[in-house]
């Protein structure tokens, strides 16, 4: 027995006929593992063997010697033969994993009681860390390489790692349209669990792999956002254990300071070891309506019709295809009855379907059109190419010989990316020769923004999300700065904003041009504080502390440090996101 588990704080564990069961499968699943030696030692020595003991203590070593270039010109020339060889099969065998993992946890274990017993566990290490003198502010435990980040910082190694390993859906109440989660659940787990009972999340982000903790201490938002905001708009209550080890739940009613001062927040007030959050009905498709345009004055005037109309399409996206054309998709849940709707049903997702993006790109040449999405193929729709990332990565990823001979291995998963092909050279490299970066700006800035984009980056496609951001009553205030111009008469507030999103190497790189890393990131994120408006956190900030605070309110967010005892407990959120060379 552990530690843990033999503390007083954690109660004994009920034995119930589900964990009976369990027990029984456990023994017959030991005794298959061992049957399987054979196999498993072929897979587990390629894969797990070759990534965790030999590649990472070799890139480790080597990037000590001198021959650390060339292994970064070798993963930069041939990154797809990292991918191919050891990115896509890991990533295969963990999803493999982790779905049978959690139809498991579903089917045997209770969720909710062992929930409790595991926030338990969180408080008592946050608690030996206090008797243990306080010695390094704490974090997650979470590798870097396992999150979404693009950031090369490493402020990890300076702090106390408490593992916050809480990856469960704990209840869904239809009544209340509320979900109750884990911090680790991804999208793809809620969507896998949701959709067939006929929810989704009122917020349903497209990656798989995003965590509901990185989103809701980070930000979140997808293309239904023009209704519901960004995703914490869409909790009800967060359960949060402090620098103290204490428990407290916040909500707009209780302890609503903490509560408006989470998001964003970056884990610097407390562990989130639980979020209510909002569900709504869904039905089986979503009818998509394409719309081609030619002009960027044509696709300006158009979204932001449709955006601040009194009935705005339910979701709403533009890919950005060049200065002047782009594509806007109209999307809303729909049955699929008639012979004439099921001849349109695309299910866009299978591995030998082209890339979404690629899809779309086609009714710039053959006009308006729609079709109708199975739901989750169309949440997941950019998860098979990363948005557009993986055709830099894998210059034949989309054609069709790849899709049927390789496609089912389904895209990389971004953490093996990172793990495989992140070697510190490679990131120096990335961070001046390649641009990951969101802005949230107001819409009436559209032109501009794109203009701005094309001089500093010239890199497409760009994505284009419009947000809507509530006006905060005061003492609500949180990291978000309130939008200034909002519409009138609206109850909360509001101000329509767009988040557009550049991934890729600038044109001016890939014609071998000099371009300015620097210049051009303090160009886009000044254009964002000019105008209200942010940058998304998991990317490389280029600003100084002084901007960082002008972009972001930090009064509530201090307040509430010093109250809710984080100060010395957790980093302040600057030195999280800091660049690398103000550390
Ligand atoms: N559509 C969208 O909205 C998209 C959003 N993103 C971005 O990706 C990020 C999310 O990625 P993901 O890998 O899921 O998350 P990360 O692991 O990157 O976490 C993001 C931040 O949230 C903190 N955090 C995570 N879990 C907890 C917790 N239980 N308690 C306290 N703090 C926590 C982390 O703290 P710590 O540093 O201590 O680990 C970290 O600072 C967000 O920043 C989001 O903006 C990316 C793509 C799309
Ligand atoms: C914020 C939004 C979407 C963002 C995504 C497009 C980017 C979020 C994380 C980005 C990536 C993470 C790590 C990577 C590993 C590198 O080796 C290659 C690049 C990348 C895959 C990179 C690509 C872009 C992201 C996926 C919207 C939806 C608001």
Redesign the pocket.
């Known amino acids: 027995m552990s530690n843990l588990e033999s503390s007083p704080l954690i109660p004994k564990r009920v034995t119930t006929t589900n964990q009976r069961i369990h027990n029984v499968l456990v023994q017959i699943l030991t005794l298959v593992w061992f049957l399987c030696l054979p196999l498993r030692t072929v897979v587990g020595a390629v894969l797990w063997t070759f990534s965790f003991f030999f590649w990472r203590p070799f890139v480790a070593v080597f990037t000590r010697t001198p021959f650390a270039g060339m292994l970064a010109r070798f993963v930069e020339r041939n990154t797809w033969v990292v991918i191919l060889f050891f990115a896509l099969p890991a990533s295969y065998v963990f999803d493999m994993f982790f779905t049978i993992r959690n139809w498991y946890v579903r089917s045997f274990l209770a969720a909710p009681k062992l929930h409790d017993q595991r926030v338990r566990e969180v408080q008592a290490q946050v608690r030996r860390w206090n008797e243990e003198g306080r010695q390094k502010p704490m974090?997650?435990a979470?590798p870097g390489w396992l999150?979404?980040?693009t950031r090369s910082s490493t402020f990890k190694d300076d702090c106390s790692r408490i593992s916050?390993n809480l990856h469960d859906i704990i209840e869904v109440d239809t009544e209340r349209q509320i979900v109750k989660v884990e911090?680790l659940v991804d999208m793809g787990q809620i969507t896998a669990h949701l959709v067939p009972m006929g929810w989704s999340l009122a917020i349903m982000?497209?990656?798989e792999d995003?965590?509901v903790?990185?989103?809701l201490?980070?930000?979140?938002?997808?293309v239904n956002s023009h209704i519901y905001g960004l995703m914490f708009e869409t909790v009800e209550r967060f359960e949060v254990v402090l620098g103290d080890g204490s428990l407290v739940t916040c909500s707009r009613t209780e302890n609503p300071d903490l509560f408006h001062a989470l998001p964003m927040s970056?884990?610097t007030l407390g562990?989130?070891v639980s979020a209510e959050m909002r569900i709504i009905p869904c039905k089986p498709y979503m009818h998509l309506t394409y719309e081609p345009c030619h002009s960027l004055d044509e696709m300006s005037d158009k979204v932001t019709k449709y955006c601040e109309s009194d009935n705005p399409p339910p979701f709403l996206e533009v890919t950005v295809y060049s200065k002047e054309t782009s594509v806007i998709m109209l999307g809303e849940f729909a049955d699929v009855t008639t012979p004439e709707q099921r001849a349109k049903i695309n299910s866009v997702n299978y591995w030998w379907k082209p890339w979404f993006y690629k899809h779309v790109a086609k009714f710039l040449e053959t006009g308006p059109s729609d079709e109708y999405i199975p739901l989750r193929h169309y949440f997941h729709r950019h998860t098979r190419s990363i948005f557009w990332k993986l055709e830099e990565l894998i210059p034949f990823g989309n054609h069709p010989i790849y899709r049927y001979l390789l496609g089912w291995l389904g895209a990389p998963k971004i953490a093996f990316l990172k793990l495989f092909t992140h070697t510190p050279e490679v990131r120096r490299k990335v961070a001046e020769s390649a641009v990951y970066q969101d802005i949230i700006v107001p819409i009436s800035t559209i032109r501009e923004s794109i203009i701005l984009f094309h001089e500093e980056f010239e890199f497409y496609p760009l994505l284009f999300y419009p947000v809507k951001l509530f006006y905060k009553a005061p003492g609500c205030e949180g990291l978000i700065r309130n939008p200034k111009h909002v519409k009138e008469g609206t109850n909360p507030p509001w101000e329509m904003y767009f988040d557009l999103g550049v991934y890729g190497i600038p044109g001016p790189v890939q014609r071998g041009e000099p371009w300015d890393a620097a210049k051009a990131n303090r160009a886009m994120e000044k254009f964002a504080r000019d105008n209200t408006g942010m940058q998304?956190?998991?990317a490389d900030t280029w600003q100084t502390q002084e901007e960082f605070e002008e972009m972001f309110d930090h009064t509530l967010y201090r307040k509430c440090r010093e109250k809710y005892n984080a100060i010395g407990a957790f980093p302040e959120i600057w030195d999280?996101v800091k660049p690398q060379d103000q550390r």
């Open positions: 974090c997650t979470r999150t979404m980040s916050v911090p982000v497209e990656m995003l965590t903790g990185g989103l201490m980070g930000v979140g938002l997808e970056h884990g562990f989130l998304l956190m998991y999280k």
